[in-house]
């Protein structure tokens, strides 16, 4: 299993100002996350934030608007650049582990709220 | 990537089983079939993956049919405490993409 923590868990920020949401993962993992959910939706994934490589974002998502950062196995940064009104949503970050089971189960923090004014 | 859909809601009372059936009609050969668990304000949790047959852990039973089009997951004597929203993903051999369908809610009644 893995334990997900994000710093911090929730904010408000005023539009045109930037916000770097953390993620810190107990044990080591390559595979890691970040999805966004608005009110009442499913999740959205972001990117794909593998360690030793650059991150790989989704249709609709752009490097310049929400770098990420993963400089270790434990470690990720997402930073919602620039934002809007239409920024305000839940930021999750995941992580896939192999399961002693054979499986791979896929874990997620408690979720950053933000909103943006 | 195969997509999902399942039923936008559900009601059930406690003590039921509740089945939530998701259709995966192009899920590819080497795709497995994962179940997540979210209550508000937290981040879903994985509750059981399978590839074929039948899957059982001490919190639930996922049954897929031959054809694996679809899955259903089976909570066994719900309780209030599993009102939640339920998400179906398949997941490719690779394990590299966990894209989220729309997901069911689920609410027990008392």
């Known amino acids: 299993s893995a334990v997900i923590s994000q710093k911090p868990s929730r904010d408000i920020c005023q539009r045109g100002t930037s916000l770097t949401i953390q993620c810190q993962v107990d044990s080591q993992v390559t595979m890691m996350f970040w999805y966004r959910q608005q009110p009442g939706q499913s999740l959205t994934l972001i990117a794909t934030a593998n360690q030793g490589s650059e991150a790989t974002y989704e249709s609709g998502f752009v490097i310049d608007k929400f770098p990420i950062s993963r400089p270790n196995l434990t470690f990720s940064t997402l930073t919602v650049s620039n934002m809007s009104p239409e920024d305000s949503s839940i930021y999750l970050c995941?992580?896939?582990?192999?399961?002693?089971?054979?499986?791979?189960?896929?874990?997620f923090g408690p979720g950053t709220r933000l909103t943006v004014t | 990537l195969a997509k999902t859909t399942q039923p936008i809601s559900m009601d059930s009372y406690e003590g039921q089983e509740v089945n939530i059936t998701c259709s995966h009609n192009?899920?590819?050969?080497?795709?497995?079939i994962t179940w997540y668990q979210q209550f508000p304000s937290q981040g879903p949790r994985f509750i059981i993956q399978g590839y074929k047959t039948k899957v059982t852990n001490e919190v639930a039973s996922l049954f897929i049919p031959a054809d694996r089009k679809s899955s259903t997951l089976s909570l066994p004597r719900v309780s209030l405490s599993d009102t939640a929203v339920y998400y179906c993903?398949?997941?490719?051999?690779?394990?590299?993409?966990?894209?989220f369908g729309s997901g069911t809610k689920l609410n027990v009644k008392p």
């Open positions: 192009n899920i590819a050969t080497n795709d497995y």
């Open positions: 995941s992580v896939v582990v192999l399961s002693s089971r054979g499986y791979y189960e896929q874990y």
């Open positions: 993903l398949v997941l490719g051999a690779d394990f590299n993409k966990f894209y």
